[in-house]
């Protein structure tokens, strides 16, 4: 499961958690997130994908820039 939050996506599958926490270095913007559901094919030679999403990230960079994604991989603590 992919759940869209307010700094990045929360990734779910078999009872385990991994937060991905998603900003532009040196930027207080948020890029733009989306969620998409790529799971159903799109051409009839196509199969069935079920339960994958894409993640799409979109940055505003003007032109002849550059920008930094900052991806940070966190996953659910189990209690000890």
Known sequence: KVTKQRYGILLEQNGKKLM????????????????????????????????????????????QSKSILKVIAVPERTGN
């Open 20 to 63: 991905l926490n998603i900003s532009i270095a040196g930027s207080n913007e948020l890029p733009v997130i989306e969620i998409e559901d790529v799971s159903k094919a799109k051409n009839l030679q196509d199969s069935h994908n079920p339960g994958v999403s894409r993640i799409n990230i979109k940055l505003k960079t003007p032109a």
